[in-house]
């Protein structure tokens, strides 16, 4: 029979937090049928023998290597048996029921072109993590960034035009969110296919929103909905590599969606942030600085590389 949702999970390396969200599901999700697949990418700590042993009733895929995110994804979705897809990162911790509640919601919007889900995610202090964006505009990118975030914080000064300074506490249709926590139904994924395997790891949630987008799906927000995201447990693990593969994945995305004369005025004006936080972090002496100042060193090198031009091709 085939369940109501497959949920995935794609871990690397996050043992201890990957049992505490296979727990929270089984304990928070009793109202629908579900089946869980675990694709583990060769994480050197374990994992894929601890849901071995410890969640045998667990679809589990061993990788012999790390394929990446979206790949490792497409892996389990290629086999998904359920009605609804969810996938989840393995650094989440579900509460009160919140996949029960997601898919009552999705059943009572069904036929409304409801694409994907999402919830309000929480840090692991029980803070709220804005974790909603709106699609990519150079303008808008040119002002709603750290820099100028932080200088408006100091000010005391928030604006409406910002998602940043959205208390995400409505519903509502959005762009896209954070691929922590996405469902969405199979017909969906029948309809667009699944995720774009160039997508090594970062953005391709953001692809599949715009993909959904341009498919005439309408995706939605539901804010009293809330699960726990620890977040970037896997990245701050390889801290350069991740920071230029951040920027690789969201050039691949901007070729794909915008054309060549975006992708090349975004790489301009990025060149021009990254000399300047390379330049602010050489003027401290912190050791934090100096990892800072490495890693913009390391993805400004990066820019100036053939690896780093992006061709659809």
Known sequence: ????????????????????CL????????????????????????SAEMVAHEFPE???????DNKGFAPANNQALEQATGSYVMLLNPDTLVQDGAIDKMLDYAAQNKGKRLG?????????????????????????SFIENRFFAGLFGKLGLKTSLFMSYWEHDSEREIDWAFGAVMLFHRDLMDEIGILDDRFYIYAE????????KKAGYHSVFLPDIEIVHFGSSSARQRRSAMFIQNYKSFYLF????????????????????????????????????????????????????????????
């Open 116 to 140: 994907i889900l999402t919830c309000k995610l929480l840090n692991g202090d029980g803070s709220l993590q804005r974790s909603v964006n709106r699609f990519y505009s150079f303008w808008r």
């Open 1 to 20: 029979m085939r369940p109501d949702i497959s949920i995935v999970i794609v871990s690397w390396n996050t043992l201890s937090l990957l049992r505490d």
């Open 205 to 212: 949630e953001v692809d599949y929103y715009m993909r959904a």
């Open 254 to 313: 901007l070729r794909k969606h915008y054309g060549r004369f975006s992708y090349w005025l975004y790489r301009s004006r990025a060149c021009l942030y990254l000399f300047f936080w390379y330049m602010y972090f050489s003027a401290k002496g912190s050791e934090e600085a100096k990892t800072q100042r490495q890693v913009y060193k390391e993805t400004i090198q990066w820019h100036f590389s053939r690896e780093s031009v992006i061709s659809l091709h």
């Open 58 to 64: 667990v679809k589990l895929i061993a990788n012999t």
């Open 23 to 46: 727990r929270s599901i089984y304990d928070q999700t009793s109202k629908h049928s579900f089946e869980i697949f675990v694709v583990d990418n060769h994480s050197p700590d374990g």
